[in-house]
C-alpha cells in the first residue's frame, strides 16, 4: 500500500492546488484495474457537482468525444466561438502539453494560478468529506468541477469539453450541451471500453442526449452504425457531413480535414454564422499538433497515438517536408497498438529511436525497441533518457534532417518544454 498524501488544510496557492490533485486516485497515471462501470460513477460525480451548485448548467456548451481528433475539433469549436464573440469562451481539454492550468482555458488563455486555487478551495470540503471513501472524487472528476467553477467565475457563455476516457461515463459527461460531436473512432484502452469498434462506440456515443444535436463526421461504417442508433433512440438529430466542402484553410495536415469539417457543423447547430465559423477555424491554434520547436535540425511534435493519426501525421510531415530524411523519436503507453502505430510513423524513416516519459504507463524504452524491431526497416535504438534519446535522434538527423517526435502527448510536452526552455 502506497501511503496517500493529506490534503492541504485550506487552498490559497498553486502547491496548494497541487497537494489537493495528488491526494486524489489519477487513472491517468495509472489505469483502473476494476470493470469502467465500477471505476468511474457518474452518481459520484453529480454528487460532487451538487455540491459546488451545478456550475455546469448554463452556458451554451458543446462536448467532444471519439478516440483521436477530439481535442483538435474541441480547439476548433471554441476558436469559432471566440470568433462569434459572444462571451467569454471556456475550453476544458486533456492531457495538458507542459502545465496542468493549460486543460482550462478561457478565451484561449491558460487559467491564472489565483483563478485555479480559488475554484479548488469551493471543492475542498466535499473531498476532505469524503475523503477515504468509494465516493471521493478521482482526479479528472475534481479537476472537472473545477473546471466549471472556473468557467462560472470567468462569465463564461460557451463551453467546450473534451471528454477524458470513454464517454458514458467519463466526468465531463455531467454536462448539459447544446451540441455533442463524435470525431474518429478506434480499437483503443480495449480493457475498459471493449474489444470491438462497436463497444468503444457505444461508449462514446454515451455523450449523446435526447433532443440534442450529434455532428459524427468521418466514422468508419460499423462505429457510425452504432452511433446512428442512439440518435434515433434519443431524437437526437444526426449530421454526418456529407459532401460538405470547407475552403482552403491552414491547416496542420490534410487528415485535419474531417476535424475542421466536424467543427464548423457544430458551430453552425450552436447558430454561429458560416463565414464566422471559418474565421475562427481558420485561427485556431493547435500546439502539439505537426508543431515545429527547433531548427537544424527541424524538430516536429505531434501527439499521435492510434494507428489512423499516426498514419495522417507521417504523410503530413512527408508531404510538408519533403526530402528531408527522417529520424523518429517515439514514446508510447503501454496500452497502445505498439506496432501498429509505429509501423506508419516510421514509415520511410532514417531510424527509429525508442524514450520513455514520466508515466508509470509508459512502456520502457529498451522493452518497446524489442516489440519493434524485426517489424520495422529502420534500425532501432533504445535511449531512456529523453534529453539524451533527444539528442542522438538529432545527431542522426543531421542539420538538414528532421527529427519526428510523436506517439504521446506526454512526449511531445517533454521535448517542447526543453527546446523552449533552451532557447
Known amino acids: 500500500m502506497h501511503d496517500t498524501p493529506p490534503l492541504p488544510r485550506q ?44 456550475p455546469q448548467v448554463g452556458p451554451r456548451t458543446a462536448h467532444v468525444a471519439g478516440s483521436k481528433g477530439k481535442g483538435t475539433v474541441a480547439r476548433m469549436i471554441a476558436a469559432g466561438l471566440r470568433q462569434d464573440r459572444r462571451g467569454p469562451v471556456g475550453l476544458y481539454t486533456s492531457p495538458h502539453l507542459e502545465d496542468l492550468s493549460e486543460r482550462i482555458a478561457i478565451d484561449g488563455v491558460p487559467v491564472g494560478s ?16 469524503l475523503r477515504g471513501t468509494p465516493e471521493a472524487p478521482t482526479f479528472f472528476e475534481l479537476f472537472t468541477a473545477i473546471a466549471w467553477l472556473v468557467f462560472q467565475e470567468a462569465g463564461c457563455s460557451d463551453v467546450v469539453l473534451e471528454t477524458g476516457l470513454g464517454g ?53 461504417p460499423a462505429p457510425l452504425a452504432v452511433v446512428r442508433a442512439r440518435a434515433v433512440e434519443l431524437g437526437a438529430p444526426l449530421d454526418e457531413g456529407g459532401t460538405l466542402d470547407i475552403p482552403v484553410l491552414p491547416l496542420p495536415g490534410p487528415h485535419h480535414v474531417g476535424n475542421a469539417r466536424a467543427a464548423y457543423l457544430a458551430l453552425r447547430a450552436l447558430d454561429v454564422g458560416a463565414a ?50 527522417v529520424v523518429l523519436l517515439v514514446a508510447l503507453l503501454e496500452e497502445k497498438d505498439v506496432v501498429g502505430v509505429v509501423s506508419e510513423l516510421a514509415r520511410n524513416v532514417e531510424h527509429v529511436v ?5 508515466s508509470p504507463r509508459c512502456l520502457r524504452a529498451v522493452e518497446l525497441a524489442d516489440q519493434l524491431r524485426g517489424n520495422l526497416e529502420a534500425p532501432v535504438t533504445a535511449e531512456p533518457n529523453v534529453q539524451d534519446a533527444l539528442g542522438l535522434a538529432a545527431t542522426l538527423a543531421g542539420a538538414a534532417g528532421l527529427v519526428l517526435c510523436a506517439g504521446s502527448m506526454y512526449l511531445a510536452g517533454d521535448v517542447r518544454s526543453r527546446l523552449r526552455l533552451k532557447g
Open 11 to 54: 487552498i490559497r496557492t498553486r502547491a496548494d492546488v497541487d497537494a489537493l490533485l495528488a491526494a486524489t486516485t489519477n487513472y491517468e497515471e495509472r489505469l483502473p484495474r476494476d470493470p469502467l462501470r465500477q471505476a468511474l460513477d457518474l452518481g459520484r460525480v453529480q454528487a460532487l457537482f451538487a455540491a459546488v451548485g451545478h
Open 114 to 129: 489565483a483563478a485555479l486555487a480559488r475554484a479548488a478551495a469551493k471543492v475542498l470540503p466535499h473531498v476532505a468529506a
Open 168 to 220: 458514458r461515463l467519463d466526468a465531463t459527461n455531467v454536462c448539459v450541451p447544446a451540441v455533442t460531436v463524435i470525431t474518429t473512432i478506434e480499437l483503443e484502452h480495449t480493457r475498459l471500453l471493449g474489444d470491438s469498434v462497436e463497444a468503444i462506440a457505444a461508449e462514446k456515443a454515451g455523450i449523446l442526449k435526447p433532443g440534442v444535436p450529434v455532428i459524427a463526421v468521418g466514422l468508419d
Open 276 to 325: 464566422t465559423a471559418w474565421e475562427g477555424i481558420a485561427r485556431v491554434e493547435l500546439p502539439g499538433i505537426l508543431e515545429q520547436v527547433a531548427l537544424k535540425p527541424r524538430v516536429i511534435i505531434d501527439g499521435a497515438h492510434t494507428v489512423r493519426s499516426a498514419r495522417g501525421t507521417r504523410d503530413a510531415v512527408a508531404a510538408r517536408w519533403p526530402g528531408e530524411p
Open 354 to 358: 525508442t524514450t520513455e516519459v514520466d
